[in-house]
């Protein structure tokens, strides 16, 4: 069936009465009859849902207004206006936007902050008779994760949950399509899709991989194409007749829920419904449903008939005595550095372990997940024995993980299935039962197919187990690889899902154990092992992985063996150097790159104490760090995780320089004024912004968000700023930067104006009269080092 969605209600509420500035949630108190007319309107153009007024209406958006203790009234009485507008001729979705915060490492706001504020409004909007909800707009994976987590624990209603991605096709923090549909589809999203940031013609690319990465219903809502600035007014370029014709091709695409965003009007959505009226919904092809686990930023697949997939083993204290006093201690240094390494030396998947006797290990793992996360694109393999320490991993893990292991035995069934249900977690299946290790291959058989049964009562299904061939010591059982091998293949035969296993365990007991490895492990990709869980550093696993991958034709006519064969017998060093291996300032410069805030301050000291000075070490290793990062950002080969916590390692480098020696060696390059303008409350882009500026060591006067232009023109004289940077989410408050920038000029202020936000383009900018646009934060940090130096 498709389904009709309403189009922007912004535009429609200013036409209505708004006044700038104003809480638009409150019209549904102070002015219900001019929401209710909207919702008509969109109606008798063809809706068959309709959205309520309460985008910006959780208890952290409210508070903005003053209004965080009459939450829940705003979206009872949005829920009920809808419904009255609606009847029998149209379903009401209950609107939930994004916080407008970072969600931590990212920001200030705590995941469970950010849960509870979403779960209220959930609740809210679900008792007050809502029929579906609709979290939309959210440029963060962890945000909308906090979200549906928290709607799907008040209310069965069907849940849409919408990202919007930017031009290079991936959010502001780097998810791209692919992974968002991995992730939201494991959790349980009811409709998967895309609103907001563009028009309909970029978005078609993003609706065929979302409908060809999930089995979820698929909902685009574009924007009427970007806005640009006449005659003082915000417009948009593509109007209804144009923004029609797109129907069809989304529709081909894979969406079957259609609507409109930013600049769309009940003409617009007239003009869709008409367009796919009496259409065919798309066929989607169902093929076998693969293994696919999901980082932020990266989905990996694991198949028989895929190349191997090798998860690093590195990330476990057990038999690591140095690595286990340091978890103990609370130092994390060398599980990111084990993490990094690892990914450099092939792992596509990262096993952690915390398993350390006397901490609290949930507290560990929750702490270690979340910095992981934020170093590498590799998905994460949560491994404990303990339910407490794999929910607190799971929860505040921004991808889909797996989980290490589930055996056939009931507590561990009882306690880690609901877990991977509500966390939306692939499993390993580990042939361990009540009577411990099955020794033959037919019994192992049957006791993941056990596993495989309960999980199927929890809701898992197809694309959701990794297969365990257990692996016993030949030294102490000579049938041990033989029942591997038989293992591997009764899996393929019977069940048809991945397998893995550890490997090293084969050859304990026995001399020359890489021999023994190697060996086995090329019999077992051979005999059907498709994710090996082992040590990436061995350069003898590695040359049997690379020979093997040539031999079974996932290296087609060995074309890669051949061109890495002058290598094979080279140590990694590369892969495993440490920053303090490198000459200093090349150190310094690696460990901002790699985010190691821990190791810098050590390092900068090192620096000064071999006779560098200030200068030369922010010029040659922290400044060129920060330039490598934005040519990488730039190509989306880093996304803003990486490129904040570099930004915060090269802060804490220069609170070490400041420190040591003389203010005037390192001084600030130039002070800001930052403001978010009069009447937006968006200030997540100017965050962002203002923090890679300060950690880029310019003084920063940040004003906030919804700031009056004269206050921005009295902080700019008082604080002789080099430059006044200017926000604007919302096409709305856009033309407020042309009077900014008008006062500046009439009060000879010297600053130069940068500005920015998701509605501003280059030709405004220009047309405005500021003096540099960026795109981005990284961008702005450029321009800004650009500006200070010429003047």
Not at 28 to 42: G, T
Not at 50 to 61: D, P, Q, V, W
Not at 127 to 138: H, K, N, Q, R
Not at 624 to 643: E, K, T
């Amino acid at each position: 069936m498709i389904h009709i969605f309403d189009g922007a209600m912004g535009t429609m509420l200013q036409a209505g009465g708004l006044k700038p500035g104003a809480c638009p949630e409150l019209m549904n108190i102070d002015a219900p009859e001019v929401v209710r007319a909207i919702h008509e309107e969109y109606i008798a153009a063809g809706a068959t849902i309709i959205e309520t007024n309460t985008f910006g209406a959780s208890r952290l958006k409210l508070d903005h207004y003053g209004l965080a203790d009459r939450m829940e009234e705003i979206n009872a009485a949005a829920v009920r206006i809808a419904k009255e507008a609606a009847g029998t001729r149209a379903k009401v979705a209950g609107s939930m936007g994004p916080t407008g915060r970072f969600i931590e490492p990212l920001g200030d706001l705590g995941f469970e902050e950010a849960y509870e504020g979403f779960r209220e409004q959930a609740k809210a909007l679900a008792d007050a008779g809502a029929d579906y909800l609709i979290i939309e707009t959210c440029i963060d994976i962890q945000e909308m994760r906090a979200a549906l987590l928290a709607a799907k624990e008040v209310t069965d209603l069907p849940i849409i949950c919408q990202l919007s991605y930017s031009e290079d096709g991936r959010t502001v923090t780097g998810t791209d399509p692919e992974s968002a549909a991995v992730i939201l589809d494991g959790l349980g999203a009811d409709v998967i899709g895309v609103n907001c940031s563009l028009g309909p013609e970029e978005l078609v690319p993003v609706v065929k991989t979302l409908a060809a990465s999930c089995r979820a219903p698929i909902s685009v809502q574009p924007n009427a194409g970007m806005p640009f600035l006449k005659d003082g007014k915000t417009c948009f370029p593509m109007g209804p007749e144009e923004f029609g014709t797109w129907g069809p091709k989304l529709l081909a695409a894979g969406a079957t829920y259609l609507g409109g965003c930013c600049g769309t009007t009940p003409a617009h959505i007239k003009a869709l419904a008409e367009s796919v009226r009496g259409l065919a919904e798309p066929v989607r092809a169902q093929g076998r449903r693969l293994l696919k686990l999901a980082s932020r930023s990266r989905t990996v697949t694991i198949d028989r008939d895929l190349p191997t997939v090798l998860i690093g083993e590195r990330i476990n204290p057990t038999g690591r005595k140095k690595l286990a006093a340091e978890i103990k201690e609370g130092s994390l240094l060398s599980v990111k550095k084990e993490a990094v390494n690892q990914v450099k030396a092939g792992a596509r998947l990262l096993d952690v372990n915390m398993g350390v006797g006397g901490i609290d290990q949930a507290a560990a793992m929750q702490r270690a997940v979340r910095e992981i996360a934020q170093i590498t694109d590799a998905p994460l393999v949560i491994d404990t024995s303990d339910a407490r320490s794999l929910e607190a991993g799971l929860r505040v893990y921004p991808g889909r993980a797996l989980i290490n292991s589930v055996s056939a035995e009931d507590a561990r069934i009882h306690d880690f299935l609901p877990l991977a249900k509500k966390y939306g977690a692939a499993i390993l299946c580990l042939p361990i039962t009540e009577d411990g290790v099955p020794k033959t291959a037919e019994d192992r058989l049957a006791a993941v197919e056990y596993i495989i049964r309960a999980a199927e009562r929890y809701g898992l299904t197809e694309g959701d187990f990794l297969l365990d061939a257990l692996v016993m010591t030949v030294s102490a059982d000579k049938n041990a690889c033989r029942q591997v091998l038989r293992t591997l293949a009764l899996y393929r035969e019977h069940l048809g899902y991945p397998a893995t296993m550890g490997l090293s365990n084969i050859s304990f007991g026995l001399p020359n154990r890489p021999l023994i490895n190697s060996t086995f492990f090329a019999m077992s990709l051979a005999g059907g092992l498709d994710a090996p869980i082992m040590n990436p550093y061995d350069d003898a696993m590695q040359n049997a992985l690379m020979a093997s991958a040539a031999l079974l034709g996932d290296d087609p006519n060995g074309i890669a063996f051949s061109k890495q064969a002058a290598n094979l017998a080279a140590p990694k060093k590369a892969a495993t150097a440490k920053t303090t291996d490198l000459p200093i300032l090349a150190a310094i410069k690696q460990a901002v790159i790699d985010g190691e805030k821990d190791e810098i301050a050590g390092l900068v000291e090192k620096a000064l104490q071999e006779g560098h000075d200030g200068n030369e070490i922010t010029e040659k290793a922290l400044t060129a760090a920060m330039n490598d990062i934005g040519v990488d950002f730039g190509a989306g080969r880093v996304f803003l995780p990486q490129v904040l916590l570099s930004a915060e390692t090269m802060r804490a480098a220069f609170e070490k320089l400041k420190e040591l020696i003389p203010a005037a060696a390192t001084a600030d390059k130039g002070t800001v004024v930052i403001a978010t303008v009069k009447g937006d409350v968006h200030d997540l882009g100017k965050n962002i912004t203002g923090a890679l500026l300060a950690n880029s060591g310019f003084r920063l006067i940040d004003l906030g968000k919804d700031v009056p232009s004269e206050d921005i023109v009295r902080a700019a004289i008082e604080h002789d700023a080099d430059i006044v940077g200017l926000c604007a989410l919302m096409t709305t408050t856009m033309t407020q930067i042309d009077k900014v920038v008008q006062e500046l000029h009439a009060a000879g202020c010297r600053a130069k104006v940068m500005v920015g936000g998701a509605a501003v383009t280059q030709d405004y900018a220009d047309s405005a009269g500021a003096d540099a646009y960026a795109s981005d934060g990284v961008k702005a940090v450029k321009l800004a080092k650009e500006i200070v130096g010429a003047e």
